[in-house]
């Protein structure tokens, strides 16, 4: 019944190392997205999509790159990890980009760079 | 750009005490605006949220007002419990242009209640 589920909820690896983490919607959103949480709790967009489409990249490295294969779903892949890559990152979905409905946030997914 | 300011933390009150925690913007046009709450080890919840000038969030005690005069939207609660204490994030999105449908996020302030 979760209405936005990320997965894996802890992931810790390795500098260099390449990871996905992967999101699912089940409220029949079309538009999904990808924010980072920094250490002092701070939360910036990444990245949005709507219907499979790219709408918002922030400025990001180009090692993150985000993968709609359909519009329940926006996965994330992180390439050449770095140490300041270590965040959580969450996943969030909304209605549309056109309405005023808010955003709904899966749990999180705590990354750790060593 | 839109930017949101929100008082800094961490905020630490007695049970029963009355919570402000002031949260201001910059944005052009009419944008919404918002309350996250993020609990500990959770992902962020909606709390509030008001979108037009003047309107008023409401939800579990707590109370915010659209004020577009003095460009703000503060926080407030009356009587606090511990089960408040959490990282709460004011934000507000854009209503057109390059910031459209993107949510921008104060930086949090972090609440602590305690008995």
């Known amino acids: 019944d979760t209405a936005v589920s990320q997965t894996p909820k802890y992931l810790v690896t390795q500098m260099g190392n390449d990871k996905s983490i992967k999101c699912e919607q089940n409220l029949g959103h079309d538009t999904m997205y990808w924010y980072k949480q920094d250490s002092k709790k701070f939360l910036k967009i990444m990245f949005s999509?709507?219907?499979?489409?790219?709408?918002i990249n922030e400025t990001v490295p180009n090692r993150f790159s985000p993968k709609s294969p359909d519009k329940a779903h926006l996965n994330l892949h992180i390439n050449s990890l770095e140490l300041g890559d270590s965040a959580v990152y969450f996943c969030?979905?909304?209605?549309?980009?056109?309405?005023?409905?808010?955003?709904?946030f899966g749990p999180g997914t705590r990354l750790l760079v060593l | 750009g839109n930017s949101v300011t929100q008082m800094e933390g961490p905020v630490t009150l007695s049970e029963e005490a009355f919570l402000t925690i002031n949260c201001t913007y910059t944005?052009?046009?009419?944008?919404?605006l918002f309350w996250y709450v993020q609990y500990p080890g959770e992902g962020l919840q909606l709390l509030l949220k008001a979108t037009k000038a003047d309107d008023k969030g409401s939800n579990k005690g707590f109370e915010a007002t659209y004020r577009k005069e003095t460009t703000s939207f503060h926080l407030e609660k009356g009587s606090v419990q511990v089960s408040d204490s959490a990282v709460y994030f004011c934000?507000?999105?854009?209503?057109?242009?390059?910031?459209?449908?993107?949510?921008?996020f104060g930086q949090g302030t972090i609440l602590t209640v305690h008995p």
């Open positions: 969030a979905s909304s209605q549309d980009l056109t309405s005023q409905e808010t955003q709904y």
């Open positions: 999509y709507n219907n499979k489409e790219l709408i």
């Open positions: 944005a052009t046009g009419y944008p919404s």
């Open positions: 934000a507000l999105r854009g209503d057109g242009g390059t910031s459209y449908g993107k949510l921008t």
